[in-house]
């Protein structure tokens, strides 16, 4: 049984950062793509990055490109996503997800629907 466990989301003021975390159990972690993805209140869940599971070479969506990091740490069936220069509009349920590895490559790993396992998520909350 695959199960997710979030955790680091919280209320931050603008400017500042955080960093989520997700650990994974049930499936072999480093087989798996693990994305990243946001849901605002009214909008639709929008892509945030994804991480390969071999060099862990990291994709992103061009709205966090440059203040936002994934990392991984397969030993620990964690992934990490660090977020910094926080700003209103980053305000959002976060989720993290997973897919295999031989599901997609590159930014095409950035597409919701090829994602079949998904964390609970966690608010993220910015303001002063």
């Known amino acids: 049984q695959v199960q997710f466990v979030e955790s680091g989301g919280g209320l931050v003021q603008p400017g500042g950062s955080l960093r989520l975390s997700c650990y994974v159990s049930g499936f072999t972690f480093d087989k798996y793509i693990i994305g990243w993805f946001r849901q605002a209140p009214g909008k639709e869940r929008e892509p945030v990055s994804s991480?390969?599971?071999?060099?862990?070479?990291?994709y992103y969506a061009d709205s966090v490109k440059g203040r936002f990091t994934s990392s991984r740490d397969n030993a620990k069936n964690t992934a990490y996503l660090q977020m910094d220069s926080l700003q209103p509009k980053d305000t959002a349920v976060y989720y993290c997800?997973?897919?295999?590895?031989?599901?997609?490559?590159?930014?095409?790993?950035?597409?919701?629907?090829?994602?079949?396992?998904w964390g609970q998520g966690t608010q993220v909350t910015v303001s002063s």
């Open positions: 997800a997973a897919t295999p590895d031989y599901y997609c490559s590159g930014y095409s790993c950035l597409a919701e629907n090829l994602y079949h396992h």
């Open positions: 991480i390969n599971p071999y060099e862990g070479r990291a």
